[in-house]
């Protein structure tokens, strides 16, 4: 039996419907033989698309895309209503949706998009893995218990129109985090009048990372070389300025104290954030993050000892 070793990196995985995310993050781990691993935001299992997992010291900033924004192409089903708000869970109404054809209802979903567009609220699902007292949401409502859920306010950055084939329609939407698009789909059939649920999700970008580059499980499974599938750990931080350190600054920064640096044009920085680098900027020699306030480098979060970043 394999020993897990310590593997440092990031794997864009393509995300197979049927499976929880904390499965997929069991299989990378699996393949990988890592000793560490989580994923940068849930998808549920009938969802698809872009999971980003991180192995080893890439667990730390997983937060770092939790809190980033996502989009996500989505098929609606108007017409029935399901009690958990996809096909997954039992139709609780139906109505006809027989006086639209696809050219007027594309008309009249174009008509309430602004409605769903900018800042609004949502109120979570009951199906959700949000847990009150200790245990998740879905485990009240399976017990057939509807508990008060406080509103989250969210931003939906915009929705494109993809293509109805009446009673369907299939969008676009690029979100805050924290958005439910299931949750999208009830109200933009409660706001039609016809009542709607999810019937297929699909996640196509997490921040600055994209599906398109992204593999699937069996690929990953039947690589010959999986090392070459990893990314570097800093592939996670590339909205982040990237800043270069001397050895002995490095060294500091390592132990958790606080390094005076001089940033030239700071007036034109977009963060006050920095991705570090000993000596030069190529991942191998990324060490973590560093806030810059008044001219000290403040450590935020570093990797344990040197980045291992790659399998052998």
């Not at 560490?36 to 849930?42: E, L, N, Q, V």
């Not at 789909?185 to 921040?207: I, N, Q, S, Y």
Request: contains cysteine; charged residues 20%.
């Amino acid at each position: 039996m394999q020993m897990n070793k310590r593997i440092d990196g990031v794997v864009l995985l393509d995300k197979p419907t049927g499976m929880s995310s904390q499965q997929a993050v069991t299989a990378v781990k699996h393949v990988f033989h890592a000793d560490k691993a989580g994923h940068t935001g849930t998808l549920d299992p009938l969802a698809t698309g872009l999971l980003p997992i991180c192995l080893g010291e890439a667990t730390k900033y997983s937060q770092d895309l939790l809190d980033a924004d996502k989009a996500y192409i989505a098929r609606l089903r108007f017409g029935i209503t399901t009690d958990t708000g996809d096909a997954e869970g039992a139709v609780i109404a139906e109505q006809s949706t027989d006086p639209l054809d696809a050219s007027k209802a594309k008309l009249a979903i174009e008509a309430i998009l602004t409605q769903f567009t900018g800042a609004i609220s949502q109120t979570p699902p009951m199906y959700s893995a949000l847990k009150r007292d200790g245990k998740p949401l879905y485990e009240y409502a399976r017990a057939g218990m509807e508990l008060e859920r406080e509103v989250r306010n969210i931003t939906i950055h915009s929705i494109r129109i993809l293509e109805v084939q009446w009673p369907e329609a299939m969008i676009e939407v690029v979100c805050s985090k924290g958005t439910y698009i299931r949750v999208l789909a009830e109200d933009m059939g409660k706001t039609l009048g016809f009542g709607a649920h999810l019937v297929g999700l699909r996640r196509t970008m997490v921040g600055h990372l994209q599906l398109k580059n992204s593999i699937t499980l069996d690929a990953l499974k039947e690589s010959a070389d999986v090392n070459q599938l990893l990314l570097p750990v800093d592939a996670l931080l590339q909205t982040l300025t990237p800043l270069t350190v001397d050895e002995q600054q490095a060294k500091r920064l390592e132990m958790g104290q606080r390094v005076p640096c001089v940033i030239s044009n700071e007036s034109a920085l977009k963060n006050l954030i920095f991705r570090i680098y000993r000596s030069n900027p190529i991942p191998q020699n990324f060490i973590g993050t560093a806030d810059w306030r008044a001219g000290v480098l403040h450590p935020r979060r570093f990797i344990s000892q040197r980045l291992i970043h790659s399998v052998s």
